[in-house]
């Protein structure tokens, strides 16, 4: 669990820095390279990084992903074995036979004016094409569908791994925003106990007043390292939510959206839900691909009627070759093949079942997680805006407390405590603004990334 008080990442000053750094690398080394082909110099600096160059860093990378693309592609030949009895069957044979001189004889002995071949040989061609089957056309359905399944668990595992590589990198973001909040703060702090010492040597405030800006400014040290450690733990988070080991931290170029919107209608997000969420879509698909499957099962009971033909030649050492064919429509019914049909239709129809169970549940479910992220986003949006407002109370009262203990009317206490409020309040906007984009990001994510542009409020 993500600690309330953890503050995080480097200021513009050093990102702009860091841009220029690789920027002078990638044009030396590409200089360097037209020259003469060389070892690359180690990286130096940090990994600076968009939230779309960290998803596609992590959709290329991530193992769950790479899973199901190969249960995809499974699912294709699947789909091409189960086709492949719908096409025409061709078959070539070839045969030679040599056969007794004397098989007509009761005797053994050859006849008196007959002369029987004895070397037989024949080629022939044979095809045969399906017409009426009822194990078939469901089964390539069914097949069909089990690719539409697995192309939905691709999208889901997909959807899956933005939302981690979001929540990774708001997370990250606000750990930057939050060290700069700390940098901030000891600004104040050091500059509030040297404004308090030069007030002690004119006797004008006790040392008691001097040495809480002194252990107000120790604290602000504490949090900033505290910061710092927390923005170095986002960057381990990222790099491992994105699936590779950079040698270098990572910077975000990004920054936390700081225009707040009101969340869409709740009829209008579970209608997008019901609509595209890529893991009820897989259920659906599932369920219908279950009742495929039982009907190709049930198939098994139903007359089959193909089509066959051959032609061939036949040559024997006696009498030459001739060539001789047959075409004819065939028809096999089936009369009784055991229980193993009864007992894979009965299989087919428990797995429609639960299927069917576990689509409803999953339902039942997305109305409770389309509340859930909506409330989290109307909590997160009151915040920021309460926030907002906080940060601006608190720095009008930080400044009337400095006023005051210069003219002699507050001590430090009013102006150390005005400093810790608003540091406060700095910390929680920023937690807000991320609380409103990972909100958002889970979203999102129910809505299989189309999110509805009707908001709440408007008309």
């Not at 096409?87 to 006849?111: K, T």
């Not at 901030?184 to 007030?199: D, H, N, P, S």
């Not at 969420?277 to 190709?296: G, I, S, Y």
Request: charged fraction near 25%.
């Amino acid at each position: 669990q993500r600690p309330r008080h953890s503050l995080g990442s480097g200021d513009s000053r050093r990102l702009s820095s860091g841009l220029g750094l690789m920027a002078v690398a990638v044009l030396s080394s590409a200089a360097s390279a037209q020259e003469q082909p060389r070892e690359p110099a180690p990286p130096v600096g940090p990994e600076l990084l968009t939230l779309e160059e960290c998803v596609v860093l992590a959709l290329r990378h991530n193992s769950a992903v790479a899973l199901e693309v190969g249960r995809l592609h499974e699912g294709q030949a699947d789909l091409r074995v189960a086709e492949s009895a719908l096409y025409p069957r061709i078959s070539a044979n070839l045969s030679y036979s040599q056969l007794d001189p004397d098989r007509l004889s009761p005797s053994g002995a050859s006849l008196p004016g007959i002369t029987q071949f004895t070397g037989e040989t024949l080629a022939t061609i044979r095809l045969r094409q399906l017409v009426i089957d009822g194990r078939s056309w469901p089964g390539r359905a069914a097949s069909m569908l089990g690719v539409d399944v697995q192309a939905a668990n691709v999208l889901g595992s997909k959807a899956e791994v933005v939302y981690s590589v979001t929540v990774a990198y708001t997370r990250l973001l606000e750990a930057g925003n939050l060290v700069k909040v700390a940098e901030e703060a000891l600004r104040r702090q050091v500059g509030f106990e040297e404004l308090t010492a030069v007030y002690f040597k004119a006797d004008k405030i006790s040392r008691l007043d001097n040495l809480k800006a002194e252990s107000q400014r120790m604290d602000a040290e504490r949090l900033l390292v505290a910061a710092r450690e927390n923005e170095t733990l986002a960057q381990v988070l990222l790099r491992r939510t994105i699936g590779v080991a950079l040698d270098r931290p990572v910077r975000t170029i990004d920054e936390l959206q700081r225009t707040l919107q009101a969340p869409p209608l709740e009829a209008d997000v579970l209608a997008s839900a019901m609509k595209n969420n890529p893991q009820l879509a897989r259920l659906v698909t599932q369920e219908r691909q279950a009742e495929q499957a039982r009907n190709a099962a049930w198939g098994e009971h139903l007359p089959e009627l193909s089509v066959q033909a051959s032609y061939g030649v036949r040559h024997r050492d006696v009498g030459g070759a001739a060539g001789e064919y047959y075409f004819g429509l065939f028809l096999e019914v089936p009369i009784f093949a055991g229980l193993s049909v009864d007992g894979q239709v009965n299989r087919m129809e428990a797995r429609h079942e639960q299927v069917e169970a576990a689509r409803d549940a999953f339902e039942a479910q997305l109305h409770v997680d389309v509340r859930e992220a909506l409330t989290g986003w109307r909590i997160a949006l009151a915040s920021a805006q309460f926030a907002t407002k906080a940060v601006q109370v608190n720095r009008e009262a930080l400044d009337a407390a400095k006023t005051y203990f210069e003219s002699g009317k507050a001590t430090a206490l009013d102006i150390l405590t005005s400093q810790t409020e608003l540091v406060r309040a700095e910390a929680a906007y920023v937690q807000a603004l991320g609380d409103v984009a990972i909100a958002r990001a889970k979203l999102t994510r129910i809505t299989g990334g189309v999110m509805p542009t009707r908001v709440e409020g408007s008309r």
